[in-house]
């Protein structure tokens, strides 16, 4: 098997991989940088992201602001040393971004505009019109080009982490373009491989999004954090799940339902002004706006689509010329997909799958505690979005953790010093290598990939979506379980080698399927309400019992091991989470 | 009433059996709000495991799934069934690509083209984080704003003549972007540039069609990208001819 030998190896190259790989060629031009990612690297979702990256930088914000409203709008169960790193390094990082020519939208002066984003006291959210994840995304890659010592290896699928006497120390990887497994051997491990929605039928996530780095991590002994708390966007088109941004609500668009009533009012978020009030209204965080939805439509208050129960965003009194200068990307989404124009019409949406607040286990440090791996972006867990993200912080989330996972990795480099031991992670490598053969060889795989996947969709939102019960956990994790077996008789139906994306698929869905597991499980365990966690059967938020992290750790075929670490806090004790007039 | 259908052609190449590509017709159901992604997701899913394309956003902003659609570039997730039914759709990787594997266009001579015109900020100076933002004000920004929205969906290079006579040529996408650079008032790095950009595979071997601009998905309007650079380099020539000694 060819490997190849390199100091930091990078699995994801997004928004937090691409960040990573410029702090490790900054911090140290003479260690190489392998970068590794399963689709090009301007490919990856971060290029999806629209609103804004959240940092405090106007005179009417501070600090401390933007760590009430983080805190807060996690429910608590964010670390708050974390969060305060998080939001000092913030201004600093898009800084860098705007150095490194990121078009930022400008006041009239020349400064960076921001925009308000729900759930913020004071707009602190940059942007870059509402294309910034794409911005920011093809920013980094660009700038990425710049050194020498990062080498792209694009297109290549990882299938697993190479860990040897208590280190990681590799990966293994299928290269797309031969269907030749490859080693990478490297004393620093990254993995940057994003979110995971495309384990529920409807998402704003991207096709690439399922997990595979956090459940390569997690079946090699790392544990993962939190799990059970999945955000629904407020706003998604029915239908396509196409994201329809926060900023059109910052703008000033409103949220009716079927008689043209802001419901929100009814739900502790009032009072309607006509102007966009922060942190009430449409202006109020994801999850409030979402178990809104989940209310209305059980109310049969809701607006029937070809593609179901919808609410309607109204943009109409912001105008054309408003909308085309703010929301672009939005008028063009909701003509294209939908066929409805929103300077005429209101748009039709729904809650929908957007972002996984759990992942990887790792410090502030994004150090796990695996020694060599590290983990950054949307596939880590701080944990800075704790209960429910607040939004417009994963873009800066990305680059702040990622940059300190590519310094974590830079320092380990030199001090750990140890040698890869390559004959031991040829010899995994090849143990990986002979898992994907055997699929080719098994000729009688009885069960297919979509039909797997669709059931595991449908339970994933019937048992685990905005709202949760004992029960429908229970049948969750049962059903799951028993998907998890039949995996074990799927059929690889395309045996050929050059860009197999049948294989890629096949391994995909078996990610998918851990990381719906770790979900179900710990969603199971956690009996309170908190953040985007909802039960029906234990409504209140239970501090005694669960300010903590959930870790879930492998087992293999059996359901994963539960464990509970402490929240860290340093100077907010868990209130009440306040919103609509009363907050601002 | 029975299901409206439609058929889509596609053209298959798998390099470890098949001598030459070669067309596969399909026939998925019509949906008005069907894009010919949706098509091949349908086939993939449910006829042919083994047809390969790429794709991943679904939302015309990450660049994969550019295809020639009836003997057009264009996005597939952006392609609307609706435009074509009841006629066929057919279906083929970009054109001036070789093949990889059915859609999937080996574009690793974009990658390089791209890498070799500097697409990233060269300032005059580095500038210290601790000295916060540029200003930069939204005329300035204007000025090379719709530059930055290139998709590197190479819809423009399936379009381009040149590009599929003379595959030196640094292409349309690579052009637009390093004039994207050129243009901000953050950077000094035009000439390193230039030498690309000016070089005979850069701007002189474009004969100005225009077929990439009206490819383009993102109105980046590449076309008027190498005519400005064009003129500049021109002007570049005149004066170090009228003044050899002058600074530049
Ligand atoms: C539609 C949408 C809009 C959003 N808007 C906002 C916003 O306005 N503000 C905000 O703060 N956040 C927003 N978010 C969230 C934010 O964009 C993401 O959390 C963030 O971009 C994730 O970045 P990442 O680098 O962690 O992952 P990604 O950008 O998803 O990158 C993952 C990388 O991992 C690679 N990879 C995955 N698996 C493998 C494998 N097996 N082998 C090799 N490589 C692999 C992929 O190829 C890719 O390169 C939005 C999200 C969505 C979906
Ligand atoms: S210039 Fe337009 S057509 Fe060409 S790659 Fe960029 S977005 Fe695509
Ligand atoms: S799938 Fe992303 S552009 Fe079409």
Known sequence: MDVIETDVVIVGAGGAGLRAAIAVAEADPSLNVALTSKVYPMRSHTVAAEGGAAAVIKDNDSLENHFNDTVTGGDWLCDQDAVELFINEAPKELTRMEHWGCPWSREPSGHVAVRPFGGMKVERTWYAADKTGFHMLHTLFQTSLKYPSIKRFDEYYATDLLVEDGRCQGIAAIELRSGQMRVFAAKAVIIATGGAGRIFPFTTNGGVNTGDGAVMAYRAGVPLKDMEFVQYHPTGLPGTGILITEGARGEGGVLINNEGYRYLQDYGLGPPDPWPRKKAMELGPRDRLSQAFWHEERAGKTVATPHGQAVHLDLRHLGEKKINERLPMVRELALSYMGVDPVFKPIPVRPVVHYMMGGIHTDIDAATPLAGLFAAGECACVSINGANRLGSNSLTEILVFGGRAGRGAVEHVRSGGKDVDRTAIEEQAGEAQKRVAALFQKADGTETVVGLRKEMNHIMETGAGIYRSKESLEEACKTIGELRRRYADVRLEDKSNVFNTDLVQVLELGSMLDAAHVLAHSALNREESRGSHQRLDKTERDDETYLKHTLAHYTGEGDPRLEYLDVKITKSPPGERVYGGAAS | ?248
């Not at chain 2, 053209?11 to 709000?33: K, S």
């Not at chain 2, 659609?69 to 070789?98: M, Q, T, W």
């Open chain 2, 1 to 248: 009433m029975t299901e409206q259908t439609l058929q889509v052609e596609i053209l298959r190449y798998r390099p470890e059996t098949d001598q030459d590509p070669a067309f596969q017709t399909y026939t998925v159901p019509y949906r008005d709000d069907w894009v010919v992604l949706d098509a091949l997701n349908h086939i993939k899913d449910n006829i042919d495991r083994t047809l390969s394309y790429r794709w991943s956003c679904h939302m015309a902003v990450c660049g994969s799934c550019g295809m020639m659609i009836n003997g057009e570039p264009k996005l597939s997730c952006h392609a609307f069934l609706r435009d074509y039914y009841p006629n066929k759709v057919r279906v083929e990787p970009l054109a001036n690509f070789p093949i990889e594997r059915d859609l999937v266009a080996v574009t690793d001579d974009f990658m390089e083209k791209l890498e070799s015109v500097k697409p990233y900020v060269i300032p005059q100076q580095e500038r210290a984080v601790d000295e916060g933002p540029h200003l930069q004000t939204p005329a300035q920004l204007n000025a090379f704003k719709q530059y930055t929205m290139c998709i590197n969906c190479l819809l423009c290079y399936a379009a381009c003549p040149q590009y599929g006579l003379t595959p030196d040529f640094v292409g349309p996408a690579a052009l637009a972007l390093a004039h994207r650079y050129n243009l901000d008032t953050r950077d000094a790095g035009r000439e390193q540039r230039q030498e690309i950009a000016a070089s005979n595979e850069g701007v002189w071997d474009c004969t100005f069609v225009g077929e990439c601009s009206q490819a383009c998905p993102k109105s980046v309007d590449p076309a008027a990208a190498i005519q400005q650079t064009k003129i500049a380099s021109t002007i570049d020539w005149y004066k170090a001819l009228l003044n050899p000694w002058g600074k530049r």
